[in-house]
Every structure is written in C-alpha cells, then in structure tokens.
DNA sequence: AAGGATACAAGTATAGTACAAGTGCGTGAG
DNA sequence: CTCACGCACTTGTACTATACTTGTATCCTT
C-alpha cells in the first residue's frame, strides 16, 4: 500500500495544532517553511492545509497565511449553546408556558435601560419535561413589540419573532434567595438559592433593544464559561463587586 | 510560526497601560517615540494603538496625543479583567490573607481533575480595603508547587510563580447557600446565598495543572459576560443542568 | 493519480516619506 | 497685562516600494 504522503504530513499538522503549538492570533509557518520542513512540495503541504481547513480546524487568508481556527464562540458555543438547545438535544422535552402577556408603564430601572416609558413585558415559566426550570421575563420597547401576539411569543423564541437584527449583549449573573413567588413557580423551598441572569440585548448599533431576567433554581443549574486563551491570572474574570 | 509584529506590540502596550504605567492626564509617548522605542515604523505603531483604541483602552486627539482612556461603562462593556486588577485600577486597597499552605493528599473530586494524589492546597481570604470579598482556595499538583513558599503565595498571584506557561480554562458559576465556616470569614449571616465559581486551568496542552474555587457573597459580586457577536436567542448561554 | 517544479496573480504587513491639520506654548507687539 | 502670531510637536492620511504570503494554473515525472 502506497503511502499518500499529504495525507500523513495532514495528521501530523492536525497533531501540531492539537498540542497547541500554534498560539491563537498568530500564524502557523508559511507554505514555504512547512515545504522545507517536511521535505514536500507545496503542493502537498497545500493540499495537507486544505484538509484541516475543511475541518474547520485552520484557515487562511491570501497574503497573510494559516492561523488556527477556533472561533472561541463557536467552540464554546458548539460545546454549550443556550440551554434549551441541550436540551432538544439530550431528547428532553422543552416547553414555555406563558405567564403574563402585555403592555406595561415601564418599571424604572427597565425605562432607564430601553429608553422607552411603555414596554412589552413578558413573563414566562420554561419547563424541562413538565419540571419547571427557569422563570423568564422579557421586555421591549413597544414599538418592537406591537407586532407581536401572546401566541407568537408562545410558540417560537423571542429573536426570531423580531424584525430588526441583533447585536451584541451583556449578561450579569448574580445569586440571590429566591422570591416567593418564584419559589411557587420553580418548586423549590422558600430561602433556597438561585442564579439571576439579567441580560441587555443591543441593535448592531448599541441601541439597547431587549432587556431579560433569568431566574434558575441554583440546585439544578451553573453557568459555564470556556476560556480559550491563556488569561494573566487564576481568578474568576468578568467578576465585579456591585453597590 | 510568524509573528504579526503590530499585534504583539499591541499587547505589550496593552499590558503597559494595564499596569498603570502611563497617568490619566496626558501620558503615551508620540508615535515617533513609540517607533524609535520598538524598532518599528509610525505605521506599525499605529496599527497596534488602533487595536487598543478599538478596545477603548486609549484614545487620540490630532495635535495632542495618546491617552488613556478609561471609560468606566466601555470597562465594563468590553473585556473586564480580574476583579483585583479592577480593585486596584479604582484606587482600592487589595489584600491576600492566607489561611492554609501545604500539601494535603487530595481530595477525591481534586485528584481526579489533577491526576494527583498528593496536592498542594492553598487556602485563602482575599480583602478589599479590609473587608472580605471572597474565600479562594487553589489546588495544584505535587511537583508544580514544590518550589513554592507561603511568603510567595501571600506576596504575588499564583500565576506569576508557576514556571511553566498556562494555556484555556473552564469555568463554572453556580449559587449556594453559605457554609458556616465561610459565613464567618465572609462576614455574612448564615443562610446567605453566595456565587461559587470554579476554574479550571489547564496547560498549553491541554492538562488540568490548576484547579480553583472562589466563593463570593451574593449581596456584594455578580458576574459579567460581555458577548460580542449576534447570538440567535435571547437565554443566557453557558447556562446548564446539573444533576 | 500523486507528487514535484515553476510561474504568475493577488492580498497583506511593514518601512519610508510626505504633507495636512490640530494643539500647546513661548514670544513679542500692543 | 493681553492678544496674536509663529514655532515645535502631535496625530491623520495618503502614497510608494518591498518583501512575503496564499491562490491558481500549467507542465512534467514517477
């Protein structure tokens, strides 16, 4: 059996950058390099290349070169996703039941947030095979929201209802006793700990569009983080004393 | 491997305001400077003070120079470092007590993420101008912390002793109820619901060498995630069941 | 069919230069 | 003392040139 030397120098590269030789901003060796390196043309280096690229595992820009290509988001968003996308995954049925529909004054740290004094706020309660797991609140300014139906809200997730596009968010997690009617709703004792999650969901343009409350039963639940780089320090990042 | 010369300038600059090295007022030495102090033309130079500028780390005016530029929202909004160097950059004093230094035979759950039997387990109390904000306690294998001393522990982040460089990290947020040991020392009333975070550090190549868990107060510590790119949904992302 | 050698097109990073335009400051005229 | 001017220095921007990179095609050998 001949031995299909791109093929062999592929599984060596796609060893290299597994071992993480190649640091992340930076590129891999040129064309050039990795030919001498390896003894092969470039062709064949090529044609090695080509095969991780189609893994996803590199890519490369004309003029600039070969980098390794773990867009972090979609490596931890591939590992982790939302919550609801696990679990369709894991077979689990997901359902949201809506609790509250309806046009609001806006409550004074929301108004503060969206700019708008009326908003379309949403309560609702996700459940995880009939367990209720997280009670949610959504609220938007009202023109974003007009269009929208309780049944709309009800069968599809929020930003896909939406018309405009969405930009980027901020999400602050926090822990907290839960509030009794949250312990009424997530069946969980009175005096129990939960995760807040508040999340503040901007237009491209940093309009803040979305405002949302998450409230998780801490005894079911913890946030992941994939830190891909190599950070200064051991300590939790991203977390900040409050007032 | 090729070096993107604009892009390690950029993070040695990165790294120069990051320790305070230039004064709010006025500050970064001209382009000129920069170039004749790197080796690198005015373009290059640039290229990295845009980066930084992209960050909000700095801004220029024509005619006048660079600055720091510390916007506390943009802080907040873009990549937010460790919560100490958050402390020290807003004129808080920070402190490390120590409460425990040795090396222990690991418990189960530690000896399995480390591959180790016998750990060094660091145990301590860090403060912000004396008061308690968190109860940190690091675990590392045997032969990584052999060359370390308590004193070493005490005066400098545990990062900065390790001699082999750290690659990722994975991170878990979850909310608890205090545990009477920790109530004491946090100096919170039992019951009290705190935000536990563990990490896991590993090397460049993929092995677990750190792992570490930090226990803040709920009513003071909440956790910031800063998502860039346009995800499709609104529920938080890293959220997880756990059984 | 796989690989090697070569050539060229097109994109990128950097150096170097030049000039426009804004800022700060000293100096001299009034 | 006050004001206007000039000068030195700064960033903003445009351009050329060069070296190096990937993208692509062609022809040849094994």
Redesign the interface.
């Known amino acids: 059996m001949r031995e299909i030397r791109y093929r062999t120098i592929a599984e060596q590269l796609r060893q290299r950058v597994a ?5 992340l ?6 064309e050039a390099d990795l030919s001498r390196h390896y003894g092969a043309s470039r062709v064949t280096i090529r044609r090695a290349l080509e095969l991780l690229r189609a893994d996803g595992l590199v890519d490369a820009r004309q003029g600039f ?1 070969w980098f390794v290509a773990v867009d972090p ?1 979609r490596q ?2 591939g590992r ?5 996308a ?2 369709t995954a894991s077979g689990v049925h997901s359902e949201r039941r809506i609790l509250d529909f309806g046009f609001v004054t806006a409550p004074a740290h929301v108004a503060m947030v969206l700019a708008s004094d009326t908003v379309l706020e949403v309560r609702r309660l996700n459940l ?1 095979d009939g367990e209720p ?1 997280a009670r ?1 609140t ?1 609220w938007c300014p009202e023109e974003l929201g007009a269009s929208l139906s309780r049944s709309d809200v009800e069968r599809a ?3 896909e209802l939406l018309s405009e ?13 839960v509030s009794a009617s949250d312990a009424v709703l997530l069946k969980v004792p009175l ?5 807040r ?1 508040e ?1 503040i ?1 901007a237009s ?1 343009a940093g309009r803040p569009m ?1 405002l ?1 409350e ?1 409230v ?1 039963p ?1 005894h ?23 007032d």
Not at 19 to 23: C, Q, T
Not at 166 to 175: D, E, R
């Open positions: 071992d993480g030789e190649f640091a901003g930076r590129t891999l060796p040129s070169g988001l931890s968003l982790l996703g939302t919550i609801e696990q679990l995880a797991f949610v959504v997730p929020f930003y596009p969405l930009g980027g968010a901020v999400q602050t997690i926090g822990a907290a006793v005096g129990s700990p939960v995760l999650c999340r969901t491209p979305l949302s998450h998780f801490a079911r639940t913890e946030f992941v983080v994939d830190l891909p780089m190599a950070e200064r320090s051991i300590a939790p990042t991203g977390m900040r004393l409050v």
